[in-house]
């Protein structure tokens, strides 16, 4: 690693939001390792519920312009998440626990969709 890039590195949130842009508006990951990444690596420096936390106050604090939209982005990361590593929405009661919260926010912002795609139950 060069000195160059030393002390270079993206906030978590940046890397949160990095990877629900990841997401194409069907739900589809285009060729993007970020998430998948993320998902696996997170655990170095902070916990599944504590990550699965800051998804959901994205996700209820969001503020910009086309916020359905990135809202569904959210949604398509945390269902990735519940599809690709479903042991630890198993084994972690923690994060069982915030992905209720997450959709019982997600209904009552008045979204079936994003409801639909916060699911655990299967």
């Known amino acids: 690693m060069g000195a ?3 002390g270079k590195a993206a906030s978590l949130d940046a890397l949160l939001k990095e990877c629900a842009r990841a997401f194409d508006d069907n739900g589809e990951l285009q060729a993007n390792l970020l998430p ?3 998902l696996l ?3 170095w420096y902070i916990t599944s519920s504590e990550l699965a936390g ?3 106050m994205m996700y209820r604090d969001c503020k910009d312009d086309s916020c359905q939209r990135t809202r569904l982005k959210i949604c398509y990361l945390m269902r990735y998440w519940i599809v690709t590593f479903p042991a630890e929405f198993n084994l972690d009661l923690g994060l069982i626990r915030l992905t209720e919260e997450f959709r019982d926010v997600a209904a009552q912002l008045g979204s079936q969709e994003h409801f639909k795609l ?3 139950s299967t």
Do not use: A, E, N
Request: aromatic share 0%.
């Open 118 to 120: 916060l699911d655990i």
């Open 36 to 38: 998948r990444i993320l």
């Open 54 to 56: 800051k998804l959901l």
């Open 4 to 6: 160059s890039t030393l």
């Open 41 to 43: 690596m997170h655990r």
